[in-house]
């Protein structure tokens, strides 16, 4: 009796389990969709610019079917903006491609304008100072919008028979071609900035400046042994080419001796020695027509006194106060002593210099054993 009953009950179970197993669940797939919205795309269009990325946002109606259904993307233009399985567009090329998301018999589509970007604001440095020769970058800062290539920028050079201006890598560079001063332009749409560059003459990698000298003579623009104009550079005794930690008479090389002139000899002219080309030292006369011919006014650069000299030209030199070393070094910011190349002939024991003060410059005739700066020149 207990196994019909348990043999009943267990077939009520199944017959139970069965009707269950025909209730099937809700099939979302059968909803139909009736349109697709696009969420982060105002009006119609969306302007990119190339390179740029974008992934478009969309609604469906119904929203059941957000997480079942896959969109269809396509592009008219491919050239001009691609598009993924995902709705993500890739900007390729200036123009304008219809960007479409469908399933189905069911589409929404929008356009895409690819255009030029147009940088609206942008800054470079008023001053530029190059050598001949020399390629420096330009710094560009404060662009906007953020990000944008400066090859986007139109950049020009007022006189490229003095300089050059190029874009590599999202980098702006000037060349300088020749000594003169010429305006660099970048443009973009209303926008407008400039800077004036100064290129300098260089000689053998060396920086001069054209005074507009009778003579036509190029002053360097630095001692032997600075890199900078306001540097005090080395010292020299007369006639020699080394620097020494002490300058005397006894271990001076030349004193006493009867020499000719030695401007342009590299076994006594530093400025040939170390500077090559055509680098030398100035004669006394040379001295005299800077003197004569240039405005010279006491001043300080880069925190250093000394005299700006002015030639006819209005371009100019700076020679800083630099001093002189005997058994230390004595007058540095004071006052300034630079060798000639001219030898006082008298007894071998003199050469001729360039002495000032902030008051007074002149040429003397001193010791050759005292170290003195030496300031290049070159016809």
Not at 86 to 107: P, Q
Not at 138 to 153: K, N, R
Not at 347 to 375: C, K, P, Q, T
Request: with cysteine; glycine share 10%; hydrophobic share 35%.
């Amino acid at each position: 009796m207990k196994s019909i009953v348990k043999l009943a009950f267990l077939c009520f179970a199944l017959l139970l389990l069965w009707n269950c197993s025909k209730e099937e669940p809700q099939n979302h797939t059968t909803l139909e969709l009736e349109s697709i919205e696009f969420t982060n795309i105002e009006g119609s269009s969306l302007t990119l610019y190339p390179g740029d990325r974008f992934r478009v946002k969309y609604s469906l109606d119904p929203e059941e079917l957000e997480d079942i259904i896959e969109l269809e993307w396509s592009s008219s233009k491919e050239d001009v903006a691609e598009v993924d399985e995902d709705g993500k567009i890739t900007a390729l090329d200036l123009g304008r491609t219809e960007i479409t998301a469908s399933y189905g018999d069911v589409e929404a589509s929008f356009f895409v304008d690819v255009v030029e970007l147009t940088v609206t604001d942008f800054a470079i440095p008023e001053i530029v100072e190059i050598m001949e020769g020399e390629v420096v970058e330009i710094s560009v800062t404060g662009i906007e919008p953020a990000g944008a290539s400066l090859s986007t920028i139109d950049w020009e050079i007022s006189n490229d028979s003095y300089a050059e201006c190029y874009v590599e890598n999202n980098k702006l560079y000037v060349r300088g071609l020749a000594a003169g001063i010429v305006t660099l332009y970048g443009r973009s749409g209303e926008v407008t900035r400039s800077c004036e560059v100064e290129v300098s003459g260089a000689i053998s990698g060396r920086a001069y400046v054209d005074l507009g000298l009778p003579s036509g003579l190029k002053w360097a623009t630095c001692n032997v042994g600075a890199e900078n104009p306001e540097d005090y550079g080395n010292y020299y005794a007369w006639g020699e080419t080394s620097t020494k930690s002490e300058y005397t008479e006894e271990n001076s090389l030349t004193y006493g001796e009867n020499m000719s002139d030695i401007s342009g000899n590299d076994t006594y002219d530093v400025a040939r020695k170390e500077w090559g080309g055509s680098w030398r030292m100035p004669t006394e006369s040379e001295f005299e027509e800077l003197l004569e011919e240039c405005e010279w006014i006491w001043t300080t650069q880069g925190g250093i006194e000394g005299y700006e000299v002015i030639g006819p030209s209005a371009k100019s030199i700076f020679l800083p106060a630099a001093g002189w070393r005997g058994s230390s070094l004595h007058g540095a910011g004071k006052s300034g002593l630079y060798w000639s190349s001219t030898p006082d002939g008298t007894n071998g024991a003199y050469a001729y210099y360039l002495h000032f003060d902030s008051s007074l410059h002149y040429m003397l005739r001193g010791y050759r054993d005292y170290g003195r700066s030496v300031r290049p020149v070159s016809e």
